[in-house]
């Protein structure tokens, strides 16, 4: 099977990231990795899960989720990633007969499947967070 890939030139042409990417900047892509999970009360779709900030002279993330601060590294990962987005190519009728479907010449070797492929990005970096969150306190606490 062949299934057409294109490669998106530009950025307003990109689906929103899956959740567990983040976009530094305009051109880098890292996923990010917990190690654990997270446990929430109430409905957070759409809500952010915390600030994300990487030190420039370091190059160190850290991740502040609620009152739990998580020290991670940046790691190149060993085979890239490509983010892909699926298109569907809607097929033509013809006016004339609701039974005869015309199928544009570039996708009549598609015709089963009837999609293609964006390539939205390629990730080559990822940031883990693989040690137990710190406990941040409050300042007013600590006296």
Do not use: W
């Amino acid at each position: 099977m062949i299934i057409p890939l294109d490669i998106t030139q530009s950025a307003r042409d990109y689906p929103p990231l899956p959740p567990h990417l983040i976009s530094l900047g305009s051109d880098e892509v890292l996923i990010v990795e917990l190690q654990g999970s997270l446990t929430t009360q109430g409905d957070t779709s759409g809500q952010p899960v915390g600030t994300l900030v990487i030190d420039s002279q370091t190059n160190k993330p850290t991740l502040k989720i609620g009152h739990h601060l998580l020290e991670g590294t940046i790691q190149n990962l060993p085979k890239p990633y490509a983010v892909l987005a699926r298109s569907s190519h809607p097929s033509i009728q013809v006016a004339d007969d609701p039974d005869l479907v015309v199928v544009p010449a570039p996708l009549a070797q598609h015709r089963k499947n009837n999609a293609s492929y964006n390539v939205i990005t390629i990730v080559k970096k990822k940031i883990v967070f693989a040690n137990r969150p710190v406990p941040i306190v409050p300042t007013s606490m600590k006296s």
